[in-house]
T-cell receptor, first 112, second 115 residues
Framework: GNSVTQMEGPVTLSEEAFLTINCTYT??????LFWYVQYPGEGLQLLLKATKADDKGSNKGFEATYRKETTSFHLEKGSVQVSDSAVYFC???????????FGKGTRLSVIA | EPEVTQTPSHQVTQMGQEVILRCVPI?????FYWYRQILGQKVEFLVSFYNNEISEKSEIFDDQFSVERPDGSNFTLKIRSTKLEDSAMYFCASNTRVTGTDTQYFGPGTRLTVL
């Protein structure tokens, strides 16, 4: 199938800690991969994306590399801030206008 | 920067009532989507729409749901007879008709509460 699996949350980190949120996908076709972020009380915002193997998406200090050999797209940030507290969703897209398939989301809380 | 807008931000309704959720996609986009997120759960696809017809729908999108593009800007989701389990955040999204992968841009969502 076309599923996405994320690590269970919640994740609680101190400010300036290193963040990794794991995401793996089923190896069906050649999907594009995305991370969306949902801040408290808000909608979904695209954080970053990668469209093919070995691509690295990056934005706001976050990075994720499309790893075909491990079918993974782990989200990383070297130094988190309180303002990064949100729910992070990994998602895949099989082709241009098909539906996005989301993971369950990982809630991140960053404490000062 | 253009964005997807949705109204209302919060809708409260009684079970069995009809609701219409409204979306204005980004103006040059031609593919439109509805997703929903039940509180604390993952975002689920409902339906996609292109060229004035449904392109794809999930098993969630049963006969109680319908979509429409009544004019050149709005895209609506109607739930004919709401149930308690329809309470969720409903997100509209849109993207262009560019072939290959394209990013879906999401609206801020409408929180639907069915009492």
């Amino acid at each position: 199938g076309n599923s996405v699996t994320q690590m269970e949350g919640p994740v609680t980190l101190s400010e300036e800690a290193f963040l990794t949120i794991n995401c793996t996908y089923t190896a069906t076709g050649y999907p594009s991969l995305f991370w969306y972020v949902q801040y408290p009380g808000e909608g979904l915002q695209l954080l970053l994306k990668a469209t093919k193997a070995d691509d690295k998406g990056s934005n706001k200090g976050f990075e994720a590399t499309y790893r075909k050999e491990t079918t993974s797209f782990h989200l990383e940030k070297g130094s988190v801030q309180v303002s990064d507290s949100a729910v992070y969703f990994c998602a895949r897209l099989n082709s241009g206008n098909t539906p996005l398939v989301f993971g369950k989301g990982t809630r991140l809380s960053v404490i000062a | 920067e253009p964005e997807v807008t949705q109204t209302p931000s919060h809708q409260v309704t009684q079970m069995g009532q009809e609701v219409i959720l409204r979306c204005v996609p980004i103006s040059n986009h031609l593919y439109f989507y509805w997703y929903r997120q039940i509180l604390g759960q993952k975002v689920e696809f409902l339906v996609s729409f292109y060229n004035n017809e449904i392109s794809e729908k999930s098993e969630i999108f049963d006969d109680q749901f319908s979509v429409e593009r009544p004019d050149g800007s709005n895209f609506t989701l109607k739930i004919r007879s709401t149930k308690l389990e329809d309470s969720a955040m409903y997100f509209c999204a849109s993207n262009t008709r560019v072939t290959g992968t394209d990013t879906q841009y999401f609206g801020p969502g409408t929180r639907l509460t069915v009492l």
